[in-house]
């Protein structure tokens, strides 16, 4: 380096410096005065100056350096590693057990007996390039909550196992009354796979990867490359967490030893029939032994032949698992750190601890943040600092196989969140790439907030900023790249499930966030015994600097509500999201209604019949009833009322004590119906929760849409009412609480 | 059969018969007086009764029963047995030889030299399945009119070898000067994929077909099923065929042995680079080789490994290939029924006989229902019809090196032609499914009113009908199928190339058609040795009905305008289309126009850079210079005018004499342009022609909108002009033909 270059680079930091104390002193946040946001924002810096992304690669080196899932020795190790840690950072920590079911398998066998035999080898090899891939102890490929079952039956492939896919079949004339269905991960969550099977007397289900959605089509695979190589298996949950998460024998409370119990094969979100998931490289020859009709285009994989449907009686597979029913130990983590002002209000963070195997990436990376974050403010705390509101963090047990950790805390301490909960923080792996974030929308605007002032650790703008060009990237034409060109900030995503959030935020109303980065660490590591610190060290943040990245994100949100004098709400966005929300159902129905006409008078006409393939005997479909027209007017009406009582909240900003702040953080309870969602009442919150058949991902307003995407009407203006009372409960507690 | 039910039949039989003739009796034929109507469709009905499945199906198999490419002894035969079956039909028949440039290959030779060696077996074997596959004297698997060449190089994957695939591998880094490129079959003319790469600065080019595209992704392959196995390999010219067609010695005038002949290496529509088509068995281990860039998603295949783009020197690559350059006979078969009223007006009627093997499909398929009307017709004949117009019927020679027996019979006739020509009917390969059909758009009524009285072999519903339900089930939306559902008739596509129409609208402006069924007739076969008559019966129209239904389909069209006392032009949809065609052009400069703006903002505010995977060194596009306005009033002006006339031409049906009827046919002349297209001054339509870059597929106002595309803007203002001067002349053209 050049001394002419050294003294500009210098005068360039110096300038910089002095640019981001200017911005700071003056940058406005919700919640703070001008004075007291100053001293917030020197308070994250400090923050920041703990983090150590080498101290993270430790983390993550550390606890996922043996097997340890739930039940298992590694699992008790890692979850009193974390307590001694907790302790050490100067937090009030303990370990919190409840007594929860978790099946190990006993007995697994997948075989062809006809036309050919192949019997599958459901083992991943241990390589010579992943220190812990040999290493004893790891849990057996297989899908914990499967039934036992010893079936045999003819083959039917199932593409991705979704309710479209079955119709498909109808047309076809194969079904699966009594034989084994093959489906391909992908598209749906595992657990809808076998459940719709067996909606239509399927008697067995095998999963498998296939190499188009997960394996060399995506690029080089394990050792050389990311992604799945031939013998790699997606271990994973098929509960049915869309009925309820948890321990499946203690539904709505938590399963403390005296706990009362239902009988295992009594409870409503557990199989009835065998299921297993296999390697692309055993899954092979069972398609390849496939007859019948050819499979669709999107249902074909990147395996080399042909894809055959099945029928014809043709390909039989045996199908024989059975597995050890224990009740377990569950080991919840967790730490506190007392508000001086207010300590009855709780400001709670978590991330599981638990993994299929090592679990480098799932869950260790987002937990190594967390303790991350937890050093920090402890070392702030010892340098005297303490928080208005407590501080919770919370390191779960038992997520992998439903949630089951947090949603028994969570349902043990039902009462005291409802009171004290402000808010919940989440995080699972985390990898390269850009902000992910999702939660409940009267957040959104302190989450666009936070992530302004966070640099990105390899474009070095904010990760705002980044994740904002790749919304523009990603919209489909250029008018919508406009529009998102022209937009501030970024929308958060609606909570589906799949991590810890779901029972605080779904069952009780707690409002919550999930944060994590990714999307340049693709890999096919998922839930398998490549999810190890040798596979994360080289494809998934090999810096370690997206895991400070994430302490900053989750850490500076749980400080800044912390500390906040008025807690950091804006109920504005959530109107604008619901609005957006009942505008989509609308259209929904609309769209629904033209094309189901139009359907139907395809099908009158005979129009599928003349352009069918006469050599293919492919059915057409089904007629479907017409669709009537729906009230929307109380939704609609609900939406003017909250329009108007958020609009004049925003303006009255004066409002900062203690009541008025519990009023805010409990104001997501009035979304709550007690009577929760139809056939699942575990589920409360009228505008989110999981699908019912696309389990993690979400559906919005999820009465409403659901009834109409399975157009059951009736139920629909049902459950219309129920979200527009639920709103109109909303806006009547915030006028009332803002004395408006 | 109960004697009851037989009696029921009978009767409905009747009954349908009855039917037919009353609604033949009342039916309006476009150019025909309601009485000469009647005749006119009872006439079509006697022709009907004299085509015989059977007999198509034995003049398949017996015409496809060796190999007879242009220049062989079977070819020879072919023309010759033609020749026969015309005259013993009672046609005036002869063959009219031309002196034309063919190479056949002396050697070929691809191998990978590096990192692992592997020599391309470049052979398809025989089979037991198929009788002909292991016959003497079939052309080896090679591209004609690839250059002489022996290169080196490193080996680099460039998709489809598009334009723009060349564009994403800008971005990626890596480039192609010097190199051997692998390219896919598919998504644009085999002839383009080495013209790109010639473009681009690479060495040479091989061409593969990908088994996603063409092979077991799509069914199960020959013998088992109809598609494409690993050897199979698609042969094909890559002349640029989109310069000009025919012999490339020769452009603009007859092969006659006299014409004065270019320097083969000067010839403007030949490579100078090698090129070899190969089969992905051969293709595997070359791509397999490859490293750098992992190929992006729509880049990808279905053979099982992680498709590269290369770069990095490892993967190299030897191809050496020379060719026997002969000029050899090319025999072309002319029959003729002389009309009794104008003789002097031609109904013209063409399929080629040359194959690149057997070519049961292609082209005998074609052929065969030819020469099944001629057989028809010369029965009727002999009953006492005569036609009122000259029926020329045609059996080309080299169509398959590039539409050479048609486009030297043209070029060396042009002058008769453009006084006679009334139409010109096409076709060529022929299978089960759909209707398809193409051409000038005056003719589109005709082609509805034909089509809706032919009967589908397997739905008996119309062709007409059965195409409109498939046009309904294909459309993309709801509102895109109501549409359809509402629309009378269906559209006829415009004309590109490929087959032997080219010369005779595009050069000539003679009114064409193409017509051909298909679209359940998928498979693998074509230009491999596998197009046989085994192949042919298996999967391609296994009861040889819809060889009946082309015959009448091209039949009737023939006897209808043949016998016509007003030719049955209607220049309402000539207009009609035009009219979309010009709103086509100006949607697409405004959408070019946005995405333009748009896409130089992101790279401007550097959206590419901070969205792109650092780790992976992916480039931001170019910005491009902004789309100015485009002055498309002379073009809209054109229309308004051209809209009037043909409006009140419509209303005149009482013009019928010999010389306004000459008019009609003569008419799409004036929409001729003398100078030519840009840089391809033989192509002299200024509606349709073959793509600059996609060979076979059509550019409408193809001078306007490549100039658009390409972003050529003061040639597309010029073409403009171009374009309008010509419809001025038709409208001025037809007002003064109808004393307007």
Not at 120 to 138: C, F, I, M, R, V
Request: hydrophobic share 35%; glycine share 10%.
């Amino acid at each position: 380096m050049t001394t002419t270059h050294f003294t500009r680079m210098l005068a360039l930091l110096l300038c910089a410096g002095g640019l981001t104390q200017t911005r700071a002193q003056s940058k406005k946040l919700l919640g703070y005065a001008d004075s007291t946001a100053a001293l917030q924002l020197q308070l994250e810096a400090r923050f920041d100056k703990q983090l150590s992304s080498q101290h993270i690669g430790e983390t993550i080196k550390a606890l996922s350096s043996r097997p340890h899932h739930i039940g298992s020795a590694g699992g008790k190790a890692v979850a009193e590693e974390i307590l001694q840690r907790f302790k050490s950072y100067g937090w009030d920590a303990e370990i919190v057990t409840y007594q929860v079911l978790f099946p190990t398998p006993k007995e697994r066998l997948v075989e062809l007996t006809g036309p050919t035999t192949y019997k599958a080898l459901l083992k991943e090899p241990a390589l010579k390039e992943d220190a812990t891939s040999g290493q004893e102890g790891q849990l057996p490929t297989y899908n914990a909550w499967s039934a036992d079952g010893d079936v045999t039956g003819e083959l039917v492939y199932v593409n991705y196992g979704l309710p479209e896919d079955y119709e498909y079949l109808e047309r076809t004339g194969v079904n699966v009354k009594g034989k084994i269905v093959i489906a391909k991960y992908g598209h749906s969550w595992r657990g809808s796979k076998p459940k719709v099977a067996q909606e239509h007397g399927a008697a067995g289900c095998i999963i498998y990867s296939d190499p188009k959605d997960d394996g060399y089509y995506n690029g080089d695979v394990y050792p050389k490359g990311a992604f799945k190589n031939e013998y790699g298996v997606q271990r994973g949950s098929v509960m049915d967490i869309v009925i309820y998460p948890g321990d499946p024998l203690t539904p709505n409370v938590g399963a403390t030893p005296s706990a009362q119990r239902l009988d295992r094969l009594q409870a409503p979100n557990l199989l009835k029939i065998p299921v297993l998931p296999i390697s692309y490289h055993d899954a092979a020859p069972l398609l390849k032994a496939l007859e019948g009709p050819v499979a669709p285009e999107e249902w074909r994989g990147a395996l080399p032949f042909t894809y055959h449907i099945g029928g014809g009686g043709k390909a039989k597979v045996h199908l024989k698992l059975s597995f050890d029913w224990q009740i377990r130990p569950c080991y919840d983590v967790i730490a506190k750190l007392i508000g001086s002002e207010l300590p009855d209000q709780w400001v709670i963070r978590g991330n599981h601890h638990d993994a299929w195997v090592n679990g480098a990436s799932d869950p260790i990376s987002g937990l190594a943040a967390l303790l991350e974050e937890a050093k920090a403010i402890g070392e702030l705390h010892k340098q005297g600092y303490q928080p208005r509101r407590t501080l919770v963090y919370c390191a779960w047990d038992g997520e992998e196989p439903g949630l089951i950790g947090s949603t028994e805390w969570v349902e043990d301490h039902a009462a005291e969140l409802k009171e004290k909960a402000v808010v919940y923080i989440n995080s699972d792996n985390n990898g390269r790439g850009f902000l992910g974030a999702s939660g409940s929308h009267a957040l959104e605007t302190l989450v666009n907030e936070v992530t302004r002032d966070i640099t990105d650790p390899q474009t070095k703008v904010s990760i705002l900023a980044r994740r904002q060009a790749s919304d523009v990237l990603k919209a489909a034409t250029p008018k919508l790249k406009k529009e998102k060109l022209a937009k501030q900030g970024i929308a958060i995503g609606a909570m589906g499930s799949g991590s810890d959030y779901s029972s605080f935020l779904q069952h009780l109303g707690v409002p919550s966030l999930d944060y994590g980065f990714g999307g340049e660490d693709a890999g096919g590591e998922y839930h398998s015994i490549y999810d190890s610190y040798d596979d994360y060290v080289r494809f998934k943040d090999p810096g370690f600097n997206y895991g400070v990245a994430l302490s900053q994100t989750a850490g500076h949100t749980a400080l800044r509500v912390a500390n906040a004098v008025r807690l950091p709400f804006d109920f504005r966005k959530l109107y604008e999201t619901v609005n957006g929300y009942v505008n989509e159902l609308t259209e929904l129905t609309s769209n629904l209604r033209e094309s189901t006409t139009i359907e139907n008078q395809l099908i009158r006409e005979d129009k599928y019949q003349l352009t069918a393939d006469t050599a293919k005997h492919l059915l057409p479909p089904a007629a479907k009833a017409a669709v009537p027209f729906i009230d929307f007017a109380p939704l609609q009406n609900a939406l003017v009322a909250l329009d108007t009582v958020t609009l004049a909240l925003s303006a009255k900003n004066n409002l900062t004590g203690a009541a008025f702040n519990k009023a805010l953080y409990q104001a997501e309870q009035q979304l709550l119906n007690d009577k929760g969602l139809p056939s699942r009442s575990w589920y409360k919150h009228t505008l989110y929760a999981p699908g019912f058949y696309t389990g993690y991902g979400v559906k919005t307003i999820p009465g409403v849409r659901e009834a109409i995407e399975q157009r059951r009407w009736t139920e629909a203006q049902e459950q219309i009412g129920f979200a527009a009372d639920a709103i109109n409960r909303l806006s009547a507690y915030l006028k009332a609480a803002a004395g408006l």
